[in-house]
């Protein structure tokens, strides 16, 4: 049963400290989509991937995250310096249009 | 640009009662169409999904969804739902040319089922 996975589950950092979450995608899926999830704003698009170059990353802040691709099997979302903002649950999705999301990542920054 | 209305933020229905979830969209060609499911504290689960062909579509845990153009909806349905359908639903849209893949979320609707 492929399925996308993440990692860590949960975490809670200080504000200031760097996060980074990974993700593996199904095997062979070639398109990759990070997103944020807040009660306030609900699901929003940061960034996706085809064939690990970024198509579109309009929806991340830049001057703290970054999202890449070292190779086909793992997507990282970094956020440096965090803030308590960033405090979300964060989803990578696979597939071509990204309709198979993983668990997600909750973020808790204090 | 696409965009996604699911009118209702939340509904209750009785425990075998059948269930109308609305989702209407708006996009200049044939849309992606998706229903998405997330139970509180879980990822989001792909329901059904519309591409082309049949616009009554048939997804997974009993759930349907017609696609009219007519009216840009795609509205989820059930005959019959169970304690275990209480949960968030999602409709997203996404765009059917290359290049283009990225889905738009509407905000859910929140379903409670009632013994």
């Known amino acids: 049963d492929a399925r996308v996975t993440q990692t860590p589950r949960h975490k809670v950092t200080e504000m200031g400290q760097e996060v980074t979450m990974r993700c593996q995608p199904i095997l062979g899926h070639n398109t990759v989509f990070w997103y944020r999830q807040t009660m306030m704003q609900g699901l929003e698009l940061l960034a996706y991937f085809r064939n690990r170059a970024p198509l579109d990353d309009s929806g991340m802040p830049k001057d703290r995250f970054s999202a890449e691709m070292p190779d086909a099997t793992l997507a990282t979302l970094k956020i440096q310096p965090s803030e308590p903002r960033d405090s979300a649950v964060y989803f990578c999705a696979s597939g071509r249009q990204g309709e198979f999301f993983g668990p997600g990542t909750r973020l808790t920054v204090l | 640009a696409q965009s996604v209305t699911q009118p209702d933020i939340h509904i209750t229905v009785s425990e075998g009662a059948s269930l109308e979830l609305r989702c209407n969209y708006s996009?200049?060609?044939?849309?992606?169409l998706f229903w998405y499911v997330q139970s509180p504290g879980q990822g989001l689960q792909l329901l059904l999904k519309?591409?082309?062909?049949?616009?009554l579509v048939q997804g997974i845990k009993g759930f349907e969804a017609e696609f009219k153009r007519s009216q840009s909806s795609f509205n989820l349905r059930k005959p019959s739902v169970h304690w275990s359908d209480a949960a968030e639903y999602f409709c997203?849209?996404?765009?059917?040319?290359?290049?283009?893949?990225?889905?738009?979320f509407g905000t859910g609707t929140r379903l409670t089922i009632i013994p």
């Open positions: 519309y591409f082309s062909g049949d616009t």
């Open positions: 996009y200049g060609a044939t849309p992606y």
């Open positions: 997203a849209v996404g765009a059917s040319n290359f290049g283009n893949e990225k889905l738009t």
